[in-house]
């Protein structure tokens, strides 16, 4: 570095005419010492530096704007600048010390929170590139901040009025309206804090399923810390043996430490499902199963009117003989649109008296004493029809209640889509419907069929391309509304006749393609002491001693279909059973109701009120089950499908990881051995050896269907001491306790 000339300074100044004047500075802000303290700071334009020269070996304080030099140089030697620097960090240390003793003794109405980078970073961790934040000290700290929100909020706002011109009515009441809100809101949230935690969040209001909804805490700690790991919201259990399996859908707290080779693993949770499994068998799946009464099938089976219902026992009571006259050539089946379809979806009106000769509804009048279905049945289709305005969907609202009907009690409004036929099976003798899914309870569920009785044709409901686009020059290429019979509406209302028309005969067995090869079905009574018996302790003397099999009609038959009960389930495809669903139906409506109570009881009043469980088919599930005393009849067999290297584990969007496969005691490997659909909970068996061994397989997963129903208390700790690679010592401890939904607890049934 070259060494800086000292010139004269030739240029004179003129007298300060301040009355108090401002003297600039004539050497370095370090040395200089007759600096007024009042005087207005350097600006940010000025560059101050120190620098070394080797020659002389002194140091310079260099101040520069730009390139050129400011102010002359001060040169010190290396004594002096040691001295400075003694001083300045002195300086420093008795300021900072000065400023800790105010912040103890002053009072803040709000204190602040100052974060420094070294605490942040050492519990959070530091990250490449985060953003940097200038505090007012003019030091960087980096906040290590990310976070990336996504999503929508939709907001539906309205009015929704009507006018009634119906004379009948008071002038105030003819007129009614109001605001008509609705929010909707969907988002996922990736949040991070340093290299450590993350907060993966995401929630959606029309989720079908809450456990869809999710919401973690994600800590990670290093390598040489002791906490290893904390987890808090969604979590899973992991377990390395066989005899405790792991857990999926977890909701709580779990944490890992480590000190030296001994890990220490802790969890407290809600457990949001329930362990099952399922055997696969010489290449069909086979497996045990147990119902409870009120297992059946909700929002799923339905019969088409209530002619089919009237009639639902005559027609089964002499299978393989079906004692109908009806057969049903042609059916539209059509649900509320909550897919999003395009095609096969418009406006329609499903009306509960639509068909019936006994209308409900007495603004609705019989027209004919034939109790078979029709659209002349009642007055109803012919009011419908009369006007081409009720076709319009923004009229057909006002007109049904001019006429007295009600929405949901009466009809239903509102889009939908054509199912496929493969979304459903219908019997076209008896009468009934099953949907290959459970219908959400807000859900409408409306039909047109065609039906032939004695070489007539009878229509209920309009098929979809009998009532094409509109074409009024006004309203050209609407589609008009669409008039079918209602089967169900968006609230279970049970003193409606419609309720009547969900079947609540038909089970479940969870097996995907039933086969009548090991089918065995055995309905048993169990008495209060925990015994299980095939007959009614006490019935009347007709039946006296018979099984429940032959009392309720499911064992008249022998295996060569002659009429000789022989002890087994009869087997009638399409009827008792419906194979491809792995269902079955029994041929009575209410079989421990008011049709127990035919067959077993009549004539015995105080043993009907003993035995008959009529709650379960005029009350609604959640209310039924209350009733503890009387649901002592359980279904108990084996079934096995119908063969192949698929099962089916009768349960759908099962948790990611959830599934354990096994054969043989050895697990197979996921995406090697087996595939799994979560959606549709289907597993099946890629490795061809497995099957042609005959080797067992066992299915272990977990099933949400009671999730937010079923309370299950989880605790889990895991003591891991790794010794070297290859040794290493385990020892895990789970407590499951369970809450009931009721107070009463079924026998058999009783919490963990």
């Given at each position: 570095?070259?060494?800086?000339?000292?010139?004269?300074?030739?240029?004179?100044?003129?007298?300060?005419?301040?009355?108090?004047?401002?003297?600039?500075?004539?050497?370095?802000?370090?040395?200089?010492?007759?600096?007024?303290?009042?005087?207005?700071?350097?600006?940010?334009?000025?560059?101050?530096?120190?620098?070394?020269?080797?020659?002389?070996?002194?140091?310079?304080?260099?101040?520069?704007?730009?390139?050129?030099?400011?102010r002359?140089?001060?040169?010190?030697?290396?004594e002096?600048?040691?001295?400075?620097?003694?001083?300045?960090?002195?300086?420093?240390?008795?300021k900072?010390?000065?400023?800790?003793?105010?912040?103890?003794?002053?009072?803040?109405?709000?204190?602040?929170l100052?974060?420094?980078?070294?605490?942040?970073?050492?519990?959070?961790?530091?990250?490449?590139?985060?953003?940097?934040?200038?505090?007012?000290?003019?030091?960087?700290?980096?906040?290590?901040?990310?976070?990336?929100?996504?999503?929508?909020?939709?907001?539906?706002?309205?009015?929704?009025?009507?006018?009634?011109?119906?004379?009948?009515?008071?002038?105030?009441?003819?007129?009614?309206g109001?605001f008509?809100?609705?929010?909707?809101?969907?988002?996922?949230?990736?949040?991070?804090?340093?290299?450590?935690?993350?907060?993966?969040?995401?929630?959606?209001?029309?989720?079908?399923?809450?456990?869809?909804?999710?919401?973690?805490?994600?800590?990670?700690?290093?390598d040489?810390?002791?906490?290893?790991?904390?987890?808090?919201?969604?979590?899973?259990?992991?377990?390395?043996?066989?005899?405790?399996?792991?857990?999926?859908?977890?909701?709580?707290?779990?944490?890992?430490?480590?000190?030296?080779k001994?890990?220490?693993?802790?969890?407290?949770?809600?457990?949001?499902?329930?362990?099952?499994?399922?055997?696969?068998?010489?290449?069909?799946?086979?497996?045990?199963?147990?119902?409870?009464?009120?297992?059946?099938?909700?929002?799923?089976?339905?019969?088409?009117?209530?002619?089919?219902?009237?009639?639902?026992?005559?027609?089964?009571?002499?299978?393989p003989?079906?004692?109908?006259?009806?057969?049903?050539?042609?059916?539209?089946?059509?649900v509320?649109?909550?897919?999003?379809?395009?095609?096969?979806?418009?406006?329609?009106?499903?009306?509960?008296?639509?068909g019936?000769?006994?209308p409900?509804?007495?603004?609705?009048?019989?027209?004919?004493?034939?109790?078979?279905?029709?659209?002349g049945?009642?007055?109803?289709?012919?009011?419908?029809?009369?006007?081409?305005?009720?076709?319009?969907?923004?009229?057909?609202?006002?007109?049904?209640?001019?006429?007295?009907?009600?929405?949901?009690?009466?009809?239903?409004?509102?889009?939908?889509?054509?199912?496929?036929?493969?979304?459903?099976?219908?019997?076209?003798?008896?009468?009934?419907?099953?949907?290959?899914?459970?219908?959400?309870?807000?859900?409408?569920?409306?039909v047109?069929y065609?039906?032939?009785?004695?070489?007539?044709?009878?229509?209920?409901?309009e098929?979809?391309?009998?009532?094409?686009?509109?074409?009024?020059?006004?309203?050209?290429?609407?589609?008009?509304?669409?008039?079918?019979?209602?089967?169900?509406?968006?609230?279970?209302?049970?003193?409606?006749?419609?309720?009547?028309?969900?079947?609540?005969?038909?089970?479940?067995?969870?097996?995907?393609?039933?086969?009548?090869?090991?089918?065995?079905?055995?309905?048993?009574?169990?008495?209060?002491?925990?015994?299980?018996?095939?007959?009614?302790?006490?019935?009347?003397?007709?039946?006296?001693?018979k099984?429940?099999?032959?009392?309720?009609?499911?064992?008249?038959?022998?295996?060569?279909?002659?009429?000789?009960?022989?002890?087994?389930y009869?087997?009638?495809?399409?009827?008792?059973?419906?194979?491809?669903q792995?269902?079955?139906?029994?041929?009575?409506?209410?079989?421990?109701?008011?049709?127990?109570?035919?067959?077993?009881?009549?004539?015995?009043?105080?043993?009907?009120?003993?035995?008959?469980y009529?709650?379960?088919?005029?009350?609604?599930?959640?209310?039924?089950?209350?009733?503890?005393?009387?649901?002592?009849?359980?279904?108990?067999?084996?079934?096995?499908?119908?063969?192949?290297?698929?099962?089916?584990?009768?349960?759908?969007?099962i948790?990611?990881?959830?599934?354990?496969?096994?054969?043989?005691?050895?697990?197979?490997?996921?995406?090697?051995?087996?595939?799994?659909?979560?959606?549709?909970?289907?597993?099946?068996?890629?490795?061809?050896?497995?099957?042609?061994?005959?080797?067992p397989?066992?299915?272990?997963?977990?099933?949400?269907?009671?999730?937010?129903?079923?309370?299950?208390?989880?605790?889990?700790?895991r003591?891991?001491?790794?010794?070297?690679?290859?040794?290493?010592?385990?020892?895990?401890?789970?407590?499951?306790?369970?809450?009931?939904?009721?107070?009463k607890v079924?026998?058999?049934?009783?919490?963990?």
């Amino acid at each position: 570095m070259a060494s800086f000339a000292q010139t004269k300074d030739t240029i004179s100044a003129k007298k300060d005419s301040l009355r108090f004047p401002i003297s600039d500075r004539r050497g370095d802000r370090f040395t200089y010492q007759n600096r007024n303290p009042f005087d207005i700071k350097d600006t940010s334009f000025i560059k101050q530096k120190i620098e070394y020269d080797p020659k002389t070996n002194s140091y310079f304080i260099v101040e520069k704007i730009g390139n050129t030099i400011y102010r002359k140089p001060t040169s010190l030697t290396f004594e002096e600048y040691y001295a400075l620097q003694n001083k300045l960090n002195e300086d420093a240390y008795f300021k900072e010390r000065a400023n800790a003793l105010t912040l103890l003794n002053q009072k803040q109405k709000a204190p602040k929170l100052n974060v420094y980078n070294s605490l942040f970073d050492r519990i959070f961790g530091a990250k490449d590139g985060a953003k940097q934040d200038t505090g007012k000290n003019g030091k960087k700290n980096a906040l290590n901040i990310d976070i990336k929100p996504q999503g929508s909020v939709d907001i539906m706002a309205g009015y929704q009025g009507q006018k009634t011109l119906n004379p009948t009515l008071p002038e105030a009441a003819r007129k009614n309206g109001g605001f008509d809100f609705n929010m909707n809101t969907n988002f996922n949230v990736n949040a991070n804090i340093g290299d450590k935690l993350k907060l993966p969040i995401s929630y959606n209001t029309l989720a079908n399923f809450d456990y869809l909804n999710q919401l973690k805490l994600d800590y990670k700690g290093k390598d040489d810390e002791i906490i290893k790991s904390i987890e808090a919201g969604n979590m899973s259990w992991q377990s390395k043996g066989t005899l405790i399996p792991s857990s999926q859908n977890l909701f709580g707290l779990k944490t890992q430490l480590q000190f030296g080779k001994l890990f220490l693993t802790g969890a407290i949770a809600t457990q949001r499902s329930q362990r099952q499994s399922q055997t696969l068998k010489g290449g069909a799946s086979s497996t045990t199963f147990q119902k409870k009464l009120d297992d059946y099938e909700e929002n799923r089976h339905f019969l088409m009117g209530q002619y089919f219902r009237n009639n639902f026992n005559t027609t089964m009571a002499k299978l393989p003989f079906v004692n109908s006259q009806v057969q049903v050539q042609r059916i539209e089946v059509w649900v509320t649109n909550r897919t999003g379809a395009t095609t096969d979806a418009r406006d329609i009106v499903g009306l509960m008296d639509l068909g019936e000769n006994q209308p409900y509804n007495p603004a609705n009048q019989s027209l004919t004493t034939n109790t078979l279905p029709a659209n002349g049945a009642n007055n109803l289709y012919s009011f419908l029809t009369s006007d081409p305005n009720n076709r319009n969907p923004s009229q057909i609202n006002s007109r049904l209640l001019a006429r007295g009907l009600t929405p949901v009690n009466d009809y239903e409004k509102t889009f939908a889509r054509k199912l496929n036929t493969n979304e459903y099976f219908f019997n076209p003798q008896a009468g009934f419907l099953s949907l290959s899914g459970q219908l959400q309870p807000d859900e409408v569920l409306a039909v047109a069929y065609q039906y032939t009785n004695n070489g007539r044709v009878y229509q209920v409901g309009e098929f979809s391309q009998d009532v094409a686009l509109d074409t009024n020059k006004n309203t050209s290429g609407v589609q008009k509304v669409l008039f079918l019979k209602l089967l169900k509406a968006t609230s279970a209302r049970t003193i409606l006749p419609i309720w009547k028309l969900m079947m609540k005969n038909v089970y479940s067995l969870d097996v995907f393609g039933l086969s009548k090869d090991g089918f065995q079905l055995n309905v048993l009574y169990q008495e209060p002491s925990g015994g299980l018996k095939r007959y009614l302790p006490e019935a009347a003397p007709s039946v006296d001693g018979k099984s429940l099999l032959n009392v309720l009609g499911l064992d008249r038959l022998n295996s060569r279909n002659d009429p000789q009960p022989d002890g087994i389930y009869d087997y009638v495809e399409g009827f008792t059973v419906l194979s491809q669903q792995g269902k079955i139906v029994f041929p009575v409506l209410e079989p421990f109701g008011s049709d127990l109570a035919r067959l077993a009881f009549t004539g015995f009043p105080a043993l009907q009120q003993k035995y008959v469980y009529q709650q379960l088919y005029d009350s609604i599930k959640a209310i039924a089950q209350t009733y503890a005393n009387l649901d002592r009849f359980v279904m108990q067999g084996q079934a096995k499908g119908s063969g192949g290297s698929e099962i089916y584990l009768g349960a759908s969007n099962i948790p990611q990881g959830s599934v354990k496969v096994s054969a043989g005691g050895q697990n197979l490997i996921e995406g090697v051995d087996f595939s799994i659909d979560y959606n549709l909970g289907t597993v099946r068996i890629l490795n061809q050896a497995i099957l042609n061994s005959g080797v067992p397989v066992n299915v272990s997963y977990e099933n949400n269907a009671q999730f937010g129903l079923q309370q299950r208390g989880f605790l889990g700790l895991r003591a891991e001491y790794i010794a070297n690679k290859k040794l290493q010592f385990g020892a895990s401890m789970v407590r499951l306790n369970e809450r009931p939904f009721f107070t009463k607890v079924n026998i058999g049934e009783d919490p963990i």
